[in-house]
């Protein structure tokens, strides 16, 4: 089968188009005929060996699939022919690719494969962030960073679903045009004091939850603008930076850090994923979740997506189309 290779840790001009052997049906997996491949940060970082799991090169990057179902065990939930979105340990850069059971999941209604391809990563974790690990409230006041994103659209999305009110924090006119659609109430440049405009925005009070998969300065800045109360999710650190703080702050301004890792959650609680499914299958029921998908690739061209994001410049999410 066709998979886009990497050769080495060299970031993604390592990697190649190549024929490589199609993955075989394991015990508790799923073999999907992939259409789509979402692309996402910890693609770029495996490109590198910067990431938590640092696989020998060569290998098959991709993390998270869209396809339909080649073969499945009698138990896994889905069948031959099903319509499913799934995350891969890795391999989802090719025509096949396997995945666990457990984080396969049918697509809801008719949502286009490229779409379904962003949505367990960027959604089963806006939906962990903002309700489980944030107890988001209806009414709260929820501040987006990288709002432009694959992420920050979904947490946008998720929070506007959750009956939050939704502040966005981007780079780009593109970027903060894309969150306005995304559901956020406004969308404020990250390049000018948007420290003053959450506060103006708030009354003074600042946002009761913050969603940063920016990490760094943006972090540190961050908890200046918490509301009492308050509770910063720590997504990730696009910024390359991560970041220290005087947790003093913390304590004198009754504001909490909290970790948000989905894939890690998982591993205490299996059953949590499935529920996620149903939840979001929900929030799409209800109109509430509609990803923005980015620029779509052939998947001879998934350098180019992963240079996106190194410079920061995707939309959305950036989607490999594997099969047309």
């Not at 996402?40 to 998270?64: A, C, H, K, M, W």
């Not at 990490?215 to 509770?231: N, T, Y």
């Not at 009754?254 to 959650?265: D, E, Q, T, Y």
Request: aromatic share 4%.
């Amino acid at each position: 089968m066709r998979a886009l290779r990497l050769s080495a840790l060299k970031g993604p001009d390592a990697l190649a188009i190549a024929e490589v052997p199609e993955p075989e049906l394991a015990p508790g997996n799923v073999l999907i005929d992939v259409h789509a491949a979402g692309v996402s940060f910890p693609d770029l970082l495996l490109t590198r060996g910067e990431y938590q799991i640092r696989p020998d090169p060569p290998f098959v990057p991709g993390i998270e699939v869209a396809g339909v179902v080649r073969a499945a065990p009698d138990d896994a939930g889905v069948a031959a022919g099903d319509r499913v979105c799934a995350v891969t340990a890795l391999g989802g850069f090719a025509e096949v690719a396997s995945a666990a059971a457990a984080t396969t999941f049918p697509i809801p209604g008719e949502m286009e494969f490229a779409a379904a391809a962003g949505l367990v990563m960027n959604y089963h974790t806006a939906l962990f962030a903002l309700e489980r690990r944030a107890a988001l409230r209806p009414g709260e006041t929820v501040l987006v960073h990288g709002a432009g994103g694959g992420v920050g659209t979904a947490a946008l999305q998720v929070a506007r679903g959750l009956g939050a009110r939704p502040i966005a924090v981007a780079s780009t006119g593109e970027k903060r045009a894309a969150a306005v659609a995304a559901g956020a109430e406004v969308a404020l440049d990250s390049g000018e004091d948007w420290v003053a405009a959450v506060r103006e925005l708030t009354g003074g009070r600042g946002a009761d939850v913050i969603v940063d998969p920016v990490g760094g300065e943006v972090l540190r800045q961050s908890v200046r603008v918490l509301a009492p109360e308050g509770r910063l999710l720590v997504i990730g650190f696009a910024s390359g930076e991560i970041p220290e703080v005087a947790v003093n702050r913390l304590l004198l301004r009754n504001v909490a850090l909290v970790g948000v890792n989905w894939g890690g959650f998982l591993a205490v609680e299996p059953g949590y994923a499935a529920a996620a499914a149903g939840r979001i299958a929900e929030l799409r029921a209800a109109g509430a979740i509609d990803p923005v998908v980015g620029e779509r690739y052939p998947l001879e061209r998934g350098a180019d997506a992963l240079r996106a994001l190194a410079e920061r410049s995707a939309v959305g999410k950036p989607v490999l189309i594997v099969r047309p």
